[in-house]
């Protein structure tokens, strides 16, 4: 028995989410044809989507890792963004695609939006796995999108839950939280 069966239940298989990411993969590389493209990794939560997005995509790509964080180890954002690990390269001139997790308040992403544009790329768009629309706080314009999913606490591909849980192979939902 796995470690978390008695935890967590399965809200996106994955079948479902290698499927999706696979087709995310193809409209980036018919979008980007011709184009060097580097994605940015937003850390942590991210790693497991980027890593095999990034296997997928036709076209040769640079991979960038940033950190942020707005939860500090808890269940909801405390609104207040930062950066925990900058980008290791100069970003102007860039095709620019950001890889998230999820994107629920919309705060991070914006942070993220305007610390980038700041950097003068010469394209910047936004990935996410995961949209929670019903906490959205503020608009962002989200280019390639993964899922839709209501207001719940998921895990596994990457989100955590106190740290834990990133490893899951599909996103699933605290039974007991």
């Known amino acids: 028995m796995a470690f978390y069966e008695q935890e967590v239940g399965v809200l996106i298989s994955e079948d479902k989410l290698q499927a999706r990411v696979r087709e995310l993969a193809a409209e980036i590389t018919r979008d980007y044809a011709g184009k060097d493209l580097t994605l ?94 019903s906490r959205a706080r503020t608009k962002v314009d989200i280019d390639y999108k993964g899922f839709v999913i209501d207001d719940l606490f998921v895990v596994g591909y990457g989100l955590d839950f106190g740290e834990v849980y990133r490893n899951i192979p599909f996103i699933g939902v605290m039974k007991n939280k």
Do not use: W
């Open 40 to 133: 940015i990794c937003v850390l942590k939560g991210s790693a497991f989507f980027a890593i095999d997005l990034a296997k997928y995509i036709d076209l040769p790509v640079k991979l960038e890792f940033l950190g942020v964080s707005s939860y500090q180890g808890g269940t909801e954002s405390t609104g207040e963004v930062r950066i925990t690990t900058d980008v290791s390269k100069p970003m102007a001139g860039k095709h620019l695609l950001i890889i998230e997790d999820i994107i629920d308040t919309g705060l991070t992403m914006q942070f993220l939006l305007e610390n980038l544009r700041a950097r003068h790329p010469a394209s910047l768009k936004v990935c996410t796995l995961l949209e929670k629309p």
